[in-house]
């Protein structure tokens, strides 16, 4: 049962309900972003490939770090509690957790290749997840959130940002080498 404000923010079920709510102002943003860009003497492919990738990094990390972010039942009450031995915790997560885990900085991972070339290596990618996973850790152990500060989520974290980055690597190339003055060409990428 919805009590109030709290529940509609504070809880997964808000989270996701925000979630699809601020989809409509995501997309209003990715328009209003290319089209200041087109203005600019930005070719619209090379316009609207950033802004969907700037809009989409924000609107599909967010609501994950969000949820990682939510107080547990006693949060405030417990002392923050760390787990810094590899592999432990990821034995005892259900799968659920795991692909919550890796989903986290996916579309970071996805995303910021693209729009980033400095970023378009998958080690880069990893080092990058792994360290806003550390930050996303640390705060909840500082906040004292009734939550685990777990090296097995950084893993998670950075692993999920990782594979998304392979799964976008075809793109990059053509990103990389692109001026965002001058038409796109597609390069093949063979044997990958």
């Known amino acids: 049962m919805i009590r109030g404000w709290h529940d509609w923010v504070f809880t997964f079920t808000g989270v996701a309900l925000m979630t699809v709510a601020v989809l409509p102002l995501a997309a209003l943003a990715v328009w209003a972003l290319a089209c200041r860009r087109n203005v600019t003497g930005t070719t619209p492919a090379w316009a609207w490939r950033t802004s969907l990738a700037e809009v989409g ?22 002392p923050g509690r760390v787990s ?41 990618i990893l080092a990058l997840a792994a360290s806003c996973s550390v930050l996303v850790e640390t705060a909840q152990y500082v906040l004292r959130l009734d939550r685990v500060t777990s090296v097995d989520d950084v893993l998670l974290n950075a692993a999920g940002a ?11 190339r053509t990103a990389a080498g692109a001026s965002p003055t001058q038409p796109t060409s597609i390069v093949p990428v063979s044997g990958r």
């Open 57 to 78: 990094i924000v609107y599909g990390t967010v609501p994950w770090v969000w949820m990682t972010m939510l107080p547990g039942s006693r949060a405030g009450e417990v």
């Open 162 to 172: 990782g594979l998304a980055a392979l799964a976008s690597h075809r793109w990059w």
């Open 84 to 124: 810094l031995v590899p592999l432990v915790d990821l034995l005892a997560m259900g799968w659920g957790q795991v692909v919550g885990n890796l989903l986290v900085f996916a579309a970071l991972g996805f995303l910021a290749p693209l729009r980033f070339a400095a970023l378009a290596s998958v080690p880069r």
